[in-house]
C-alpha cells in the first residue's frame, strides 16, 4: 500500500473513532443534546427530546464498539510494515467493521425512538370527561370511570357472580 494512501486512511479511521467514541460516550450518559448534525437523527428521534435520549442510549455500544474498531485500525496502520497484503486487509476489515457496527448503532436506536414513539401515542391520556377539581381520581373515561379500573369500581358498585 503507497504510504500515502495507508496515512491517509489510518488518518480517517483515527478521526472516525474519536469521533464515534465521543458520540457514544454523551448517548449512553444522556449528554448529547438533540441536534440535527450528531447522534441517531431519524423523524422518530428528533420528534422529542426523550426519544433522542433513548436512541442515542440504545445506540451507544455498537457506535462505541465502531469507534474502538476504527481507533485499533488506524493505529495498526500507522504502526504496520508498508509491504505485502496486511495493511491492504487490516485497512477494509477495519473500515468495513466501523461502518457495519455504526449502522447497526444507528438502526438499533431508530428502532428504539419508533417504539419510544409509539409507546408515547398508545399511553393513556385524559381524553375522557373532565374530572373536575378531583385530582385523586385523575382523569374518567366517557362512562366516568377511570382508566384501568373495572366498570362501577368507583361507586362501589360491582359484579357477584
Do not use: H, K, Y
Not at 491517509?8 to 467514541?21: C, E, K, P, Q
Amino acid at each position: 500500500m503507497p504510504t500515502t494512501l495507508r496515512l491517509l486512511l489510518a488518518a480517517l479511521l483515527l478521526l472516525a473513532g474519536v469521533v464515534l467514541v465521543v458520540l457514544a460516550v454523551l448517548g449512553a450518559t444522556g449528554r448529547l443534546p438533540r441536534n440535527r448534525f450528531a447522534g441517531v437523527r431519524t423523524a422518530d428521534s428528533l420528534r422529542t427530546a426523550d426519544a433522542f435520549a433513548i436512541a442515542n442510549r440504545v445506540a451507544a455500544p455498537p457506535v462505541g464498539a465502531a469507534g474502538a474498531i476504527a481507533l485499533v485500525g488506524g493505529t495498526v496502520l500507522l504502526v504496520l510494515d508498508r509491504t505485502g497484503a496486511a495493511p491492504w486487509v487490516l485497512g477494509a476489515i477495519a473500515l468495513v467493521g466501523t461502518v457495519v457496527l455504526a449502522g447497526l448503532g444507528g438502526a438499533v436506536g431508530a428502532r428504539a425512538a419508533a417504539a419510544a414513539i409509539a409507546a408515547q401515542a398508545a399511553a393513556p391520556s385524559c381524553g375522557g370527561v373532565c374530572a373536575g377539581c378531583d385530582l385523586v381520581a385523575g382523569c374518567r373515561d366517557a362512562t366516568g370511570t377511570e382508566p384501568g379500573s373495572e366498570p362501577g369500581a368507583r361507586t362501589g358498585l360491582t359484579r357477584e357472580a
